[in-house]
């Protein structure tokens, strides 16, 4: 028996347009240090409205635990944790999980079952706050969902999208731009530029328009798994916890979200999916993943140097030949542009900095004869999936599927994801709704469709067709050899031979031990092109309670400086892109630096569950609604 009471109820019925209602700062878990005593927030509709008719499957939360005193001995996991049941539950509110959350409510309002309920948890506190991307957008899959998306006579149309106007692709030496033949898959005609970070925030309003039951501020961590072993939904992680592992006089409980099936669609590297990756053994007949690291800005720059809808990409310089990447320039809105670097995370070199690697291209003339008399005023970086065809997981399991880049469906050569995510949702989402009409409300859900249909698809067909690509620069022609074949196969080939190159290594296994390579030095920043990396953290408005358990999880922070400290010399602080990991010199250690985790900086990139070389930081979800708050990314 619960030994809780319920603190708010909200009647589903009817939710969407009473949320419409609730100021979105009511909705929003937030937290400072400065706030550390208060509660935490969520959104309670019925503190400000009341709510008409029959509570139909209550939605409800955990009171906080005002204590008296801490007892040591007390176990949270000793209160129950409320729950809540839906049709289809959906973690991750990215373009992926809401195309999926979009598309079944479509098809539950065209049959007339507006009570079907699906229900998304995103761990950022408002929509959109922790999406990156360059971004030109193909937009066959937004077509699909909304045909009208930029009709002029759509009042909820979206309004930020700029029509790519012309591609240039560029080699770059230090100093000179090397004009090349853009590749057939770099074909931007048709495509739009957007903020990846406005167009999500879009889909979810049209997302709470159709019935989805939207909560931001919610950070699932954990999932839950029937008798029989398959998924029975996902808990949220308990708020009020201290730094020490003890309940705080604010403590609450997670909650339970019990679905018939359950999405995955956290984005790269997400948390969870590692857990049903593993669990079920998804990665049997394919090949591990492979990432890289975009770094980002937008700028405002002067009128006279802004080429509305250009896209440019470059390659070479700074990156040594043996490292895989590129940059890109897009010219968007009014007077902006997103540039970027996107780092392969197989590179061998320790001493390398993806953070400093980009603000040196930003002073390759190229860059900054644009940037020169502008304004920074935004920054940010992600991990994104590289491994492409090779790496395609199974994407369905008992009571749950994989969509979008958590499964990993970038295609790289054409720099864009966002279609293909957005189609694998819609994909699962068709698959869902026809094994719920036809199974019993008992019985386990198995996506059989799902897999079907995407073997089918152009999402399945777009990757075939460029699959040796990546992996040509990891054979042992090295780069040039890639650039030579990856042209054969963009103009010649298109993906019609016999064979499949595979991925040689993992991105951590790759790494060299720092005695090993040349050591490399950055500029000093300058404050106008370039920037220190807390500037630029100060620039994606991230913010974690500083009492709470960090969620970059290393077991023993000493074994972990022993092992890794003297083959690779602080690794972890270059490859971070927000200034978390760091080693001190502390003459009471061993090795006279002590590893130093600072979690208030993370900017959710995941890169360091990805590179770490001994596999042995975890990357877990914090409390909700904390992280980065983009703008304009």
Same mark, same amino acid.
């Given at each position: 028996?619960?030994?809780?009471?319920?603190l708010r109820v909200l009647a589903r019925r009817g939710a969407p347009s009473i949320?419409?209602?609730?100021?979105?700062?009511?909705?929003?878990?937030?937290?400072?240090?400065?706030?550390?005593?208060?509660?935490?927030?969520?959104?309670?509709?019925?503190?400000?409205?009341?709510?008409?008719?029959?509570?139909?499957?209550?939605?409800?939360?955990?009171?906080?635990?005002? =204590?008296?005193?801490?007892?040591?001995?007390?176990?949270?996991?000793?209160?129950?944790?409320?729950?809540?049941?839906?049709?289809?539950?959906?973690?991750?509110?990215?373009?992926?999980?809401?195309?999926?959350?979009?598309?079944?409510?479509?098809?539950?309002?065209?049959?007339?079952?507006?009570?079907?309920?699906?229900?998304?948890?995103?761990?950022?506190?408002?929509?959109?706050?922790?999406?990156?991307?360059?971004?030109?957008?193909?937009?066959?899959?937004?077509?699909?969902?909304?045909?009208?998306?930029?009709?002029?006579?759509?009042?909820?149309?979206?309004?930020?999208?700029?029509?790519?106007?012309?591609?240039?692709?560029?080699?770059?030496?230090?100093?000179?731009?090397?004009?090349?033949?853009?590749?057939?898959?770099?074909?931007?005609?048709?495509?739009?530029?957007?903020?990846?970070?406005?167009?999500?925030?879009?889909?979810?309003?049209?997302?709470?328009?159709?019935?989805?039951?939207?909560?931001?501020?919610?950070?699932?961590?954990?999932?839950?798994?029937?008798?029989?072993?398959?998924? !029975?939904?996902?808990?949220?992680?308990?708020?009020?916890?201290?730094?020490?592992?003890?309940p705080k006089d604010n403590f609450e409980r997670g909650m339970e979200f019990h679905?018939?099936?359950?999405?995955?669609?956290?984005?790269?590297?997400?948390? =969870?999916?590692?857990?049903?990756?593993?669990?079920?053994?998804?990665?049997?007949?394919?090949?591990?993943?492979?990432?890289? =690291?975009?770094?980002?800005?937008?700028?405002?720059?002067?009128?006279?140097?802004?080429?509305?809808?250009?896209?440019?990409?470059?390659?070479?310089?700074?990156?040594?030949?043996?490292?895989?990447?590129?940059?890109?320039?897009?010219?968007?809105?009014?007077? !902006?542009?997103?540039?970027?670097?996107?780092?392969?995370?197989?590179?061998?070199?320790?001493?390398?900095?993806?953070?400093?690697?980009?603000?040196?291209?930003?002073?390759?003339?190229?860059?900054?004869?644009?940037?020169?008399?502008?304004?920074?005023?935004?920054?940010?970086?992600?991990?994104?999936?590289?491994?492409?065809?090779?790496?395609?997981?199974?994407?369905?399991?008992?009571?749950?599927?994989?969509?979008?880049?958590?499964?990993?469906?970038?295609?790289?050569?054409?720099?864009?994801?966002?279609?293909?995510?957005?189609?694998?949702?819609?994909?699962?989402?068709?698959?869902?709704?026809?094994?719920?009409?036809?199974?019993?409300?008992?019985?386990?859900?198995?996506?059989?469709?799902?897999?079907?249909?995407?073997?089918?698809?152009?999402?399945?067909?777009?990757?075939?067709?460029?699959?040796?690509?990546?992996?040509?620069?990891?054979?042992? =022609?090295?780069?040039?050899?890639?650039?030579?074949?990856?042209?054969?196969?963009?103009?010649?080939?298109?993906?019609?031979?016999?064979?499949?190159?595979?991925?040689?290594?993992?991105?951590?296994?790759?790494?060299?031990?720092?005695?090993?390579?040349?050591?490399?030095?950055?500029?000093?920043?300058?404050?106008?092109?370039?920037?220190?990396?807390?500037?630029?953290?100060?620039?994606?408005?991230?913010?974690?309670?500083?009492?709470?358990?960090?969620?970059?999880?290393?077991?023993?922070?000493?074994?972990?400086?022993?092992?890794?400290?003297?083959?690779?010399?602080?690794?972890?602080?270059?490859?971070?892109?927000?200034?978390?990991?760091?080693?001190?010199?502390?003459?009471?250690?061993?090795?006279?630096?002590?590893?130093?985790?600072?979690?208030?900086?993370?900017?959710?990139?995941?890169?360091?569950?990805?590179?770490?070389?001994?596999?042995?930081?975890?990357?877990?979800?914090?409390?909700?609604?904390?992280?980065?708050?983009?703008?304009?990314?």
């Amino acid at each position: 028996m619960s030994t809780s009471a319920p603190l708010r109820v909200l009647a589903r019925r009817g939710a969407p347009s009473i949320r419409s209602k609730i100021p979105r700062s009511a909705c929003t878990a937030s937290y400072s240090s400065s706030l550390a005593a208060a509660p935490p927030r969520r959104c309670n509709a019925t503190a400000a409205f009341p709510i008409a008719g029959p509570a139909i499957r209550a939605f409800s939360t955990t009171r906080p635990r005002h =204590l008296a005193s801490v007892d040591d001995s007390f176990d949270p996991k000793t209160i129950e944790r409320e729950s809540d049941e839906v049709d289809v539950c959906i973690v991750g509110g990215g373009p992926a999980g809401l195309s999926a959350a979009i598309r079944l409510k479509q098809l539950a309002n065209e049959n007339g079952n507006e009570d079907f309920r699906v229900l998304l948890l995103e761990k950022a506190g408002e929509i959109g706050a922790h999406i990156l991307s360059g971004a030109v957008i193909n937009p066959v899959a937004v077509k699909e969902l909304f045909p009208d998306w930029l009709d002029e006579a759509n009042e909820n149309r979206f309004d930020n999208a700029t029509p790519a106007t012309s591609d240039t692709f560029r080699f770059l030496t230090q100093n000179r731009a090397v004009p090349l033949p853009p590749p057939p898959q770099m074909n931007n005609h048709g495509n739009y530029i957007v903020s990846l970070n406005q167009f999500t925030k879009w889909l979810g309003e049209r997302a709470e328009e159709v019935g989805v039951e939207v909560y931001p501020g919610f950070a699932a961590s954990e999932v839950l798994y029937k008798p029989d072993g398959s998924v !029975l939904g996902v808990a949220t992680n308990d708020l009020g916890i201290g730094r020490n592992g003890k309940p705080k006089d604010n403590f609450e409980r997670g909650m339970e979200f019990h679905a018939r099936v359950t999405f995955f669609a956290e984005g790269c590297h997400g948390s =969870l999916t590692k857990q049903v990756v593993k669990k079920f053994d998804l990665r049997r007949d394919s090949q591990h993943q492979t990432y890289g =690291l975009g770094v980002k800005e937008v700028w405002e720059v002067q009128p006279e140097k802004f080429r509305k809808g250009e896209v440019v990409h470059s390659m070479g310089y700074p990156l040594p030949l043996d490292t895989y990447g590129g940059g890109w320039l897009y010219h968007f809105g009014d007077n !902006l542009v997103s540039i970027g670097l996107v780092v392969a995370l197989d590179y061998k070199n320790p001493w390398m900095s993806p953070y400093g690697e980009f603000q040196k291209m930003k002073q390759h003339p190229l860059y900054r004869s644009v940037l020169e008399g502008g304004k920074c005023i935004s920054y940010g970086a992600r991990a994104l999936s590289e491994g492409g065809f090779q790496s395609i997981p199974k994407v369905a399991f008992p009571g749950g599927a994989l969509i979008g880049d958590s499964a990993g469906f970038v295609n790289v050569p054409q720099v864009k994801g966002t279609h293909n995510a957005m189609r694998t949702g819609m994909l699962a989402a068709e698959a869902a709704w026809g094994a719920l009409a036809e199974g019993s409300e008992d019985s386990s859900v198995f996506l059989y469709d799902y897999e079907d249909s995407l073997r089918k698809s152009s999402v399945w067909k777009e990757l075939k067709e460029v699959r040796n690509m990546r992996p040509s620069f990891q054979t042992p =022609l090295g780069a040039v050899g890639g650039v030579m074949y990856s042209g054969l196969e963009a103009f010649v080939f298109k993906g019609r031979v016999p064979w499949t190159l595979k991925h040689r290594h993992t991105d951590y296994g790759a790494t060299k031990h720092a005695d090993s390579c040349p050591k490399i030095e950055y500029p000093k920043p300058d404050g106008k092109i370039t920037f220190d990396i807390l500037t630029s953290v100060s620039r994606t408005g991230t913010n974690h309670e500083e009492d709470e358990p960090v969620h970059l999880q290393v077991k023993d922070w000493d074994a972990h400086t022993q092992e890794t400290w003297p083959k690779y010399k602080g690794l972890e602080n270059r490859f971070c892109p927000a200034g978390v990991y760091e080693y001190v010199e502390d003459d009471s250690k061993p090795l006279g630096v002590r590893f130093q985790i600072n979690s208030q900086n993370c900017i959710h990139c995941k890169t360091c569950d990805i590179k770490a070389p001994h596999q042995d930081i975890n990357w877990a979800v914090p409390q909700g609604g904390e992280g980065p708050k983009y703008y304009m990314t």
